[in-house]
C-alpha cells in the first residue's frame, strides 16, 4: 500500500525560517531603541541597537523577494490595484513597508537630533514591530490541516522568540550599566520561561490530538528534527540558559553571553523546527 504513496514537496522553503529569525530580532532591537527616549538604562542602545535592526529588515526583505517564483512580484504589494485586503499577505506586506518606512524616518529624526518626533515615530515603529512577530505566527495559524501551525498560541510565541533573540543580541551590543544587563538579563529569562511553557503546551497538544497530531509529534521528536527541536532548540536553547541565567554565574558578564549565545541558536531551531514539523506529515501522505 505505501508502494502508492505521493511524496510531495514542502511549500515553505527552509528559507523562511532565516527570515523568522532575522525579522523577529528587527522587531525587538527597534524596540530597545524605541525604549531609549523612555528609559535612561536603553540609552546606549540606542544608535546600535537600530542600525542593526534596519540592516535585519534589510535582509529579511532580500529573503521574502529571493524565494518568489517572480523577484519583481514583490512590487505588486505597492500597486493599490493588486491589493486584496481580505487575504493576510496583504496586511503582511503592508506591515512590512510600514514599518521600514518608518524606521527611515526614525533614522532622519535621530540624524535631526529632534527628540520630540523621535519619541512619536518610536512608538509608532515599535507597534508597527509588534505586527511583525504577530503577523508571522498568524500567517501559520490560518493553516487548518497542519497541526503545529494551526494553533492560537503561534502569534504569541513569535512574539516571545523575537523578544528573547532581540535582547540576546542586544546584550552583545549594551556598553552600558549593570542596569541594562540587568533589564537585559530579565527580558531574557522571562521570554524564554514564556517560550519553554507555550512549547511544552504545544507539544502537549500535538501528541494527544488526531491522527495527523500524533504523527507530527513523532516526526518532531525523533530522529533529525527531534534533536533539532528537543535537543538543540529546547534543551540547548531554552532550558539551558534558563538555568544559566537563574544561576550566580548567569549574572556575570560572561554568563548572560553564553545564555545569550545558547539562546540564539535556540531560537534558530526552534523556527526551523516549527516550519519543517507543521510540513512533515503532508510529505508522506
Not at 501559520?140 to 528573547?164: E, K
Amino acid at each position: 500500500m505505501g508502494d502508492f504513496n505521493i511524496f510531495h514537496h514542502m511549500p515553505w522553503s527552509s528559507t523562511y525560517s532565516i527570515y523568522f529569525f532575522t525579522i523577529g530580532i528587527s522587531a525587538a532591537l527597534f524596540f530597545f531603541s524605541a525604549l531609549s527616549w523612555f528609559r535612561e538604562e536603553f540609552r546606549s542602545l540606542r544608535n546600535s541597537a537600530f542600525y542593526l535592526s534596519f540592516v535585519l529588515l534589510a535582509v529579511s526583505g532580500v529573503l521574502l523577494i529571493g524565494d518568489l517564483s517572480k523577484p519583481a512580484r514583490f512590487l505588486n504589494i505597492m500597486n493599490p490595484a493588486y491589493l486584496n485586503f481580505t487575504s493576510p499577505l496583504t496586511w503582511g506586506g503592508l506591515n512590512l513597508i510600514s514599518f521600514g518606512l518608518v524606521s527611515l524616518a526614525y533614522f532622519f529624526m535621530m540624524r535631526k537630533n529632534d527628540e520630540v518626533m523621535s519619541r512619536k515615530l518610536a512608538v509608532v515603529g515599535s507597534l508597527l514591530a509588534l505586527g511583525l512577530p504577530v503577523y508571522t505566527g498568524f500567517d501559520l495559524t490560518v493553516h487548518q490541516n497542519r497541526p503545529v501551525w494551526n494553533t492560537p498560541l503561534m502569534p504569541i510565541l513569535f512574539v516571545a522568540m523575537s523578544l528573547v533573540s532581540g535582547a540576546a543580541v542586544a546584550s552583545f551590543l549594551g556598553k552600558g550599566t549593570e542596569k541594562l544587563q540587568a533589564m537585559l538579563r530579565g527580558f531574557m529569562l522571562w521570554s524564554a520561561a514564556a517560550v519553554g511553557i507555550m512549547l511544552i503546551s504545544l507539544l502537549g497538544t500535538t501528541a494527544y490530538g488526531g491522527t495527523g497530531q500524533e504523527l507530527t509529534f513523532m516526526f518532531m521528536t525523533s530522529g533529525t528534527l527531534g534533536g533539532i527541536f528537543i535537543g538543540v532548540g529546547i534543551l540547548l536553547g531554552t532550558a539551558a540558559p534558563i538555568l544559566l541565567l537563574l544561576a550566580p554565574f548567569g549574572r556575570q558578564q560572561s554568563g548572560m553571553m553564553l545564555s545569550a549565545l545558547l539562546l540564539l541558536i535556540g531560537g534558530m531551531a526552534l523556527r526551523y523546527s516549527i516550519l519543517v514539523g507543521g510540513q512533515i506529515v503532508q510529505t508522506y501522505f
